[in-house]
Protein backbone atom coordinates (compact mmCIF):
# COMPACT_ATOMS: atom_id res chain seq x y z
CA UNK A 1 0.00 0.00 0.00
CA UNK A 2 2.84 2.41 0.92
CA UNK A 3 4.52 1.89 -2.81
CA UNK A 4 1.27 3.12 -4.10
CA UNK A 5 0.28 6.48 -1.32
CA UNK A 6 4.39 7.74 -1.34
CA UNK A 7 4.50 8.25 -5.14
CA UNK A 8 0.74 9.94 -4.96
CA UNK A 9 2.00 12.22 -2.14
CA UNK A 10 4.83 12.93 -3.92
CA UNK A 11 3.47 14.37 -7.13
CA UNK A 12 0.42 16.20 -5.43
CA UNK A 13 3.40 17.78 -3.78
CA UNK A 14 5.71 18.56 -7.07
CA UNK A 15 2.48 20.02 -8.89
CA UNK A 16 1.37 22.17 -6.06
CA UNK A 17 2.56 25.56 -6.75
CA UNK A 18 4.71 27.47 -3.97
CA UNK A 19 3.34 30.58 -3.41
CA UNK A 20 6.06 33.08 -4.91
CA UNK A 21 7.07 36.27 -3.76
CA UNK A 22 5.85 39.55 -5.09
CA UNK A 23 8.10 40.83 -7.48
CA UNK A 24 7.93 44.24 -8.91
CA UNK A 25 5.81 43.24 -12.07
CA UNK A 26 3.23 42.12 -9.87
CA UNK A 27 3.16 45.60 -8.11
CA UNK A 28 3.00 47.08 -11.71
CA UNK A 29 0.11 44.88 -12.45
CA UNK A 30 -2.00 45.96 -8.95
CA UNK A 31 -0.87 49.92 -9.91
CA UNK A 32 -2.81 48.85 -13.59
CA UNK A 33 -5.51 47.46 -11.92
CA UNK A 34 -6.11 50.08 -9.00
CA UNK A 35 -6.27 52.93 -12.31
CA UNK A 36 -9.91 51.13 -12.41
CA UNK A 37 -11.09 51.38 -8.98
CA UNK A 38 -14.13 53.61 -9.05
CA UNK A 39 -13.83 56.56 -7.10
CA UNK A 40 -10.09 57.10 -6.39
CA UNK A 41 -8.92 60.47 -8.04
CA UNK A 42 -5.56 61.65 -9.08
CA UNK A 43 -2.20 59.39 -9.62
CA UNK A 44 -0.93 58.86 -6.41
CA UNK A 45 -2.05 55.49 -4.32
CA UNK A 46 -0.97 54.55 -1.08
CA UNK A 47 -0.54 50.54 -0.82
CA UNK A 48 -0.14 49.55 2.32
CA UNK A 49 2.17 46.01 2.81
CA UNK A 50 0.87 43.97 5.31
CA UNK A 51 2.94 41.56 6.35
CA UNK A 52 3.77 38.73 9.11
CA UNK A 53 7.38 38.45 10.73
CA UNK A 54 8.54 35.51 8.34
CA UNK A 55 6.96 37.85 5.13
CA UNK A 56 9.07 41.25 6.82
CA UNK A 57 11.82 40.29 4.32
CA UNK A 58 9.99 40.72 1.76
CA UNK A 59 7.65 43.59 2.48
CA UNK A 60 10.97 45.53 3.32
CA UNK A 61 12.12 44.68 -0.43
CA UNK A 62 8.78 45.84 -1.65
CA UNK A 63 9.05 49.09 -0.12
CA UNK A 64 12.09 49.64 -1.40
CA UNK A 65 11.08 48.70 -4.95
CA UNK A 66 8.13 51.57 -4.41
CA UNK A 67 10.52 54.58 -2.69
CA UNK A 68 10.53 57.56 -4.44
CA UNK A 69 7.22 56.16 -6.25
CA UNK A 70 6.55 53.33 -8.66
CA UNK A 71 5.32 54.56 -11.90
CA UNK A 72 2.36 51.43 -12.84
CA UNK A 73 0.85 52.67 -16.18
CA UNK A 74 -1.42 56.16 -15.07
CA UNK A 75 -0.65 55.93 -11.09
CA UNK A 76 2.21 55.76 -9.18
CA UNK A 77 2.69 53.47 -6.23
CA UNK A 78 3.67 54.75 -2.70
CA UNK A 79 4.19 51.99 0.06
CA UNK A 80 3.29 52.18 3.53
CA UNK A 81 4.46 49.14 5.78
CA UNK A 82 1.92 47.97 7.94
CA UNK A 83 2.82 44.84 10.68
CA UNK A 84 0.14 42.42 10.90
CA UNK A 85 -0.82 43.31 14.14
CA UNK A 86 -1.33 47.05 12.97
CA UNK A 87 -4.01 45.77 10.84
CA UNK A 88 -6.44 48.05 12.04
CA UNK A 89 -4.18 51.11 10.41
CA UNK A 90 -5.32 50.62 6.90
CA UNK A 91 -7.29 53.89 6.53
CA UNK A 92 -6.24 56.09 3.81
CA UNK A 93 -4.66 53.37 2.05
CA UNK A 94 -6.08 52.78 -1.27
CA UNK A 95 -4.79 48.86 -1.38
CA UNK A 96 -3.18 46.41 1.20
CA UNK A 97 -0.59 43.72 -0.33
CA UNK A 98 -1.15 41.11 1.71
CA UNK A 99 2.09 38.78 2.39
CA UNK A 100 2.69 35.88 4.29
CA UNK A 101 0.68 34.80 7.05
CA UNK A 102 -1.80 38.19 6.19
CA UNK A 103 -2.94 36.79 3.11
CA UNK A 104 -5.17 33.99 4.95
CA UNK A 105 -5.76 35.94 7.94
CA UNK A 106 -9.48 37.00 8.33
CA UNK A 107 -9.07 40.38 10.96
CA UNK A 108 -6.57 41.63 8.36
CA UNK A 109 -9.50 41.26 5.56
CA UNK A 110 -12.14 42.58 8.13
CA UNK A 111 -9.75 45.47 9.44
CA UNK A 112 -9.26 46.33 5.54
CA UNK A 113 -12.69 45.86 4.27
CA UNK A 114 -14.19 47.71 6.88
CA UNK A 115 -11.76 50.98 5.69
CA UNK A 116 -12.34 50.78 2.31
CA UNK A 117 -9.59 49.16 1.19
CA UNK A 118 -8.59 46.73 -1.51
CA UNK A 119 -6.80 43.61 -0.33
CA UNK A 120 -4.87 42.34 -2.63
CA UNK A 121 -2.22 38.95 -3.16
CA UNK A 122 0.04 36.63 -4.63
CA UNK A 123 -1.86 33.97 -3.32
CA UNK A 124 -4.57 32.86 -5.19
CA UNK A 125 -5.79 30.67 -2.06
CA UNK A 126 -6.40 34.12 -0.68
CA UNK A 127 -8.92 35.12 -3.33
CA UNK A 128 -10.48 31.83 -3.27
CA UNK A 129 -11.00 32.02 0.43
CA UNK A 130 -12.70 35.72 0.38
CA UNK A 131 -9.88 37.09 2.19
CA UNK A 132 -8.78 39.18 -0.15
CA UNK A 133 -10.17 41.18 -3.17
CA UNK A 134 -7.91 40.71 -6.27
CA UNK A 135 -5.30 38.05 -6.53
CA UNK A 136 -2.44 38.81 -8.67
CA UNK A 137 0.43 36.63 -10.66
CA UNK A 138 2.37 37.90 -13.43
CA UNK A 139 3.95 35.37 -14.41
CA UNK A 140 4.50 32.88 -17.14
CA UNK A 141 1.31 35.47 -17.85
CA UNK A 142 -0.58 38.12 -16.29
CA UNK A 143 -4.09 36.61 -14.38
CA UNK A 144 -6.10 38.78 -12.40
CA UNK A 145 -9.19 37.31 -10.50
CA UNK A 146 -11.64 39.50 -8.20
CA UNK A 147 -13.55 37.84 -5.72
CA UNK A 148 -16.87 39.09 -6.22
CA UNK A 149 -18.11 38.85 -2.51
CA UNK A 150 -14.80 40.06 -1.16
CA UNK A 151 -15.19 43.16 -3.56
CA UNK A 152 -18.81 44.12 -2.24
CA UNK A 153 -17.72 43.81 1.79
CA UNK A 154 -14.84 46.33 1.36
CA UNK A 155 -16.74 48.60 -1.11
CA UNK A 156 -14.37 48.61 -4.00
CA UNK A 157 -16.01 48.25 -7.42
CA UNK A 158 -14.41 48.41 -10.75
CA UNK A 159 -14.75 50.31 -14.40
CA UNK A 160 -17.10 47.97 -16.38
CA UNK A 161 -14.06 47.74 -19.02
CA UNK A 162 -11.60 46.10 -16.30
CA UNK A 163 -14.46 43.19 -16.17
CA UNK A 164 -12.96 42.05 -19.70
CA UNK A 165 -9.25 41.78 -18.06
CA UNK A 166 -9.89 39.40 -15.43
CA UNK A 167 -11.79 36.56 -13.73
CA UNK A 168 -14.59 36.72 -11.55
CA UNK A 169 -15.24 33.97 -8.57
Given at each position: MRKYI???????????PAMA?????DLEVIGRALSFVEGASGSGRTVAIVYDAASEAEAQALAGTM????????????????PMADAGSLGG???AVLLGGASGDAGVFSAASSAGVMT??????????????MGVQSAPSVRIVV??????????SFAAAFAMMIEEI
Open positions: LPVLAGALLSTETTQRAGGLSAGRVTLNARLVAHAVSTDMGCVESGNCVNRGAANASSV
